[in-house]
């Protein structure tokens, strides 16, 4: 259940032709994931370049600073405090090293925060997202042999438990199901903050491992790297977030790497996001109308 004692207090603180691409549907391109803290170590260097003749923000040299209550911010930004919020992005597909753009992406991560334990300096969170395909210059939705369009389905959940550890902003993530069901961890030694006037920027790298599958033959690696950013707005705050990962491609667009890219901005209302991702979503995807209720919900999924 939701520790309303604590949450309630958050807001304090090898190209491709489109006849081959559209010859096989979504083939489980991940996108988002994740995502955590201690005191603040004066390793910091002062930029050197000025805006105007106010000097920018220290920024740190090394990774991690985060704080305790850096931590219930990023909790309240990334989850909110029990209600759904809705991470929405637009995007790109490029190959690598060429650089050509195949396919643009829509979609959103929505998610609730379960419990916040300050004491442990740990949060539980709640998610699903979903990724459409959309032809890259007329934003056409992308369909498959079937007809239907092209998206990712795959997460139906996404449970995650975030801490503070040392300074570091940590997460340990479960999705999937069954023989896919999956673990993966990370942050430690790598998160970190960085403030600016008006503005802090949460990094949060992910590394992980796609067994082998649709995506690639081969165990392939795989990498991301979300800059979630709080920005001072007209006396309140705004959230957004940046994006970028590298993926292999699938063996029937001729394998190599692609490299994504994406644009965050958040929502507090699934009838606040733009009518192109609702409309979709009222007609191929009503699980994804808001995030998963309770845990035993989630369990039900995984099996």
Known sequence: MLNTNDAKDLKDCQPVSRREFLATTGTGLAAL?????????QDCIEADSKQGDTPMAELRLTAGGYTPKDFERFIEMRLGSGEPVYWYAIGDSTTFPDGNMFMRTEGYDTGRLHSFDRDKNEAIGMTRKLIVMRDPTSGELLTGPDGEPAWVSDFTYQLFTMRLEDGFLTYESEQGSGETFNKAYGGLNRSEIQRFDGMTVFTTPVNYQIPPGAMS??????WETYDFIERSHHGGVKYNCLWAGSFPLPPFMGGGRASMHA??????????????????VEEHAQLWKEPPRNIEEIRELQQ
Do not use: M, N, W
């Open 263 to 280: 644009y965050f901005k958040r929502y507090d209302r699934f009838r606040e996001l733009p009518a192109s991702i609702r409309d979709f």
């Open 33 to 41: 994931a994740a995502t955590g803290c201690a005191p603040v170590q």
């Open 217 to 222: 033959p081969t165990p392939e690696p795989v």
